[in-house]
């Protein structure tokens, strides 16, 4: 394995030298297209390193003092390496074991802090060099951009480790190549210096040799296809090598790092759905040996590859996630819960384990793994009052620094699930402060959303209804995509239906007619539940017995406020029972709510919000509202229990029938 010195290490100028390394590296550049110079560069002059080609005037090029016969004279700590074969270096006498090594490194925090404890070394292998680049890219790439570009070029430390990778490229081990080639093509160094053109032409070599294992296959894919995408022609050769090995060999990190490779875009033409067929096969019966780690990224992977005719391994996977819940990182378990989504799984066990995770970490939890437990929770209609309380309470002490968007999923669940925890005082106050704050920093859409879903559960946005019903507004949806669909003219509607029943003492702007709907009922995403049919029919049938006739009821009433009213019955003054074509006489309207499992949250008998709100509105609009629950109806036996149950329900002052 190479070693690095970091002692002996000589940085001076010589342009003559550079020039002929920059044809050189010109002529080896152009196997893999012009296109790689163009990458991954910042600001004007780009991130690049004391060995690029192209900064001959700037930070101090290199010079090779040793061709030219001029003593050494050390101006910076640098590195050499020391080849496998041949040691052409002296081996330091102050190694430390890598592990130990790894350790110290996982703790820096900093590029700063990693090249203080890197400086105080005299010598790296190979591989732990790798491991300081890719905990440099730990550190300082966030979402793709590096934090400190220039300061982390400019870092003399960082500058002779690129150098004598330069060097001595052709001495490094497999794996310390591929992994320092991926974490420098992570760090936007220059793709056109002369570093990043031996890194990439030696990986070539030893590719066309056959040298290399499943994981260098895989981390030298990773690399490639961040820096060219998926139409790197070396992609297609490693391909081709992962395929002709044994997938029954291969050990569960090297089926989940496959797995990655496919799912960055190498895979997602699906040329290679055999391959992942027989992984998929592979894989059921080596999960019980994947780590929380390895659990994750397959399942990530089998999410982004849609492979939704993999549900047995999916399904195996989500049961195996439970035991790891405790210890899945915040990237994790967002993975794992983007799974149980995407492939419409539930497990209770699973949410039992999510509420004990929670309940202990949701003060120190990501603001976007705290944001995919809340979605998670709404997509499923998973009432829990543990995740729920506990996300309540972190988000009154920690919503300062979240983002529009987190804020807006933490909370439209609260709404959506029709669930007010015990610091509701406390949490709405914190968000009325925010939105005060950053309303104008809020997407319009996700503002909607959010102030929409405050309705659901009685609570009211008077102070911001007069600036979401203004015309400027409006437009801002309408420009930004969706767009003013139905569903968005939906929630427009049911805010200002809300604000006329609920509030009247708001005189404020009011919604403009041309952007209210006529009905809150739709296909797909709605404000209203359509009836279950089964269920309708056995009520419809029991009814029938219960009044005589069909004529006696309404199915499927759209009333004049923009709800649909399952069954709609008629009273006169006397309370007689009105045939429902008939529109005289009629003094009372009785609404019989038909509701399904659908309508409550899962396993449990709580409305959601937006069944929640219809009630509470058709009673103040003048309904008397009945709920037929399906809890109730199921414990009936058969068609007098059912008639007897009606008779109560509807008309339960009545000791007899009167129509």
Same mark, same amino acid.
């Given at each position: ?8 290490? /000589? ?6 030298? *550079? ?45 090779? !003092? ?30 430390? @074991? ?5 350790? @110290? ?26 491991? $300081? ?9 966030? #979402? ?19 150098? /004598? ?28 210096? =002369? ?17 290399? =294992?499943?994981? #260098? ?48 875009? %190498? ?49 195996? +996977? ?47 939890? !990501? ?35 979240? =983002? ?12 959506? +699930? ?57 437009? /801002?949806?309408?420009?930004? @995509? ?15 239906? *809300? ?31 359509? %009836? #279950? %049919? ?11 017995? +219960? ?10 009433? +759209? ?17 007689? $029972? ?82």
């Amino acid at each position: 394995m190479a070693l690095m010195n970091l002692k002996c290490f /000589q940085v001076y100028t010589s342009r003559v030298h *550079t020039c002929r390394l920059l044809l050189t590296g010109r002529r080896v550049i152009n196997r893999f297209g012009p296109e790689m110079g163009l990458l991954c560069r910042y600001g004007s002059s780009g991130l690049q390193t004391a060995c690029s080609v192209t900064t001959l005037q700037g930070v101090a090029c290199r010079n090779y !003092h040793t061709e030219l016969g001029n003593p050494p004279s050390s101006i910076m700590g640098g590195v050499n390496l020391h080849g496998e074969a041949g040691n052409r270096f002296k081996s330091s006498t102050k190694q430390i @074991e890598e592990q130990e090594f790894l350790d @110290e490194l996982n703790n820096c925090l900093s590029y700063k802090d990693i090249f203080k404890w890197v400086s105080s070394l005299e010598s790296l292998a190979d591989t732990t060099v790798a491991a $300081v680049f890719q905990r440099l890219c730990d550190v300082e790439v966030e #979402d793709g951009r590096l934090k400190e570009a220039q300061e982390l070029a400019e870092d003399e430390i960082f500058r002779s480790l690129c150098f /004598q990778l330069e060097q001595e490229s052709p001495n490094l081990s497999n794996s310390g190549l591929v992994n320092s080639l991926n974490a420098l093509i992570k760090l936007r160094v220059d793709p056109w210096s =002369t570093l990043m053109v031996r890194l990439i032409s030696e990986s070539q070599e030893r590719l066309d040799k056959v040298q290399m =294992t499943i994981k #260098d296959l895989c981390v030298l894919a990773e690399g490639l296809f961040d820096l060219e995408g998926p139409g790197c022609a070396m992609l297609e050769q490693i391909m081709d090598q992962v395929q002709s090995t044994n997938l029954e060999d291969w050990r569960p990190d090297e089926m989940a790092m496959v797995y990655r490779v496919l799912q960055l875009g %190498v895979g997602k033409r699906r040329q290679y759905q055999d391959l992942l067929n027989k992984m998929n096969n592979l894989t059921v019966i080596k999960v019980p040996e994947l780590n929380p780690k390895l659990t994750s990224t397959v399942l990530n992977a089998l999410v982004v590859l849609d492979q939704t005719q993999a549900i047995p391994l999916v399904i195996k +996977l989500c049961k195996y996630s439970i035991r790891h819940v405790p210890c899945f990182t915040d990237d994790e378990i967002v993975h794992v819960l983007e799974a149980f989504i995407h492939f419409g799984h539930n497990d209770p066990f699973f949410t039992e384990a999510l509420e004990r995770h929670v309940a202990k970490c949701a003060f120190t939890m !990501h603001p976007k793994a705290v944001s995919k437990v809340m979605q998670y929770c709404g997509r499923k209609h998973i009432l829990s009052k543990t995740i729920f309380n506990a996300v309540a309470e972190s988000f009154i002490y920690n919503a300062d620094s979240f =983002t529009t968007v987190q804020i807006a999923e933490q909370i439209v669940p609260f709404g959506k +699930l029709n669930y007010l925890p015990p610091c509701a005082p406390s949490l709405f106050r914190k968000l009325e402060r925010v939105l005060s704050a950053r309303f104008t920093q809020f997407q319009p859409h996700v503002l909607l959303n959010l102030l929409h879903s405050f309705t659901l559960v009685e609570r009211y946005p008077l102070n911001f209804l007069a600036k979401v019903f203004n015309p400027y507004f409006l437009q /801002q949806l309408q420009a930004e @995509e969706p767009g003013l669909t139905r569903s968005v003219c939906s929630q427009l509607t049911q805010l200002f239906l *809300t604000v006329a029943v609920e509030c009247p003492s708001y005189k404020g702007p009011k919604l403009l007619p041309r952007y209210r709907v006529k009905s809150f009922l739709k296909p797909g995403r709605s404000l209203e539940s359509s %009836v #279950d %049919v089964h269920l309708y029919n056995q009520v419809k049938a029991g009814l029938i017995d +219960l009044l005589g006739a069909r004529i006696y009821f309404a199915s499927h009433v +759209l009333s004049p406020y923009y709800y649909t009213i399952d069954i709609e019955i008629k009273l006169d003054e006397e309370g007689f $029972v009105l045939p429902a074509t008939q529109y005289d006489e009629v003094i009372q309207r009785i609404a019989l709510c038909v509701d399904d499992r659908k309508r409550f949250c899962i396993n449990s008998h709580h409305l959601l919000g937006k069944e929640a709100i219809k009630k509470r509105h058709l009673k103040l609009l003048g309904y008397e509202v009945v709920q037929i629950p399906f809890f109730e109806f199921e414990l009936l036996n058969n068609k007098s229990d059912i008639v007897k149950y009606l008779h109560k329900k509807i008309f339960p002052n009545s000791y007899r029938l009167s129509w």
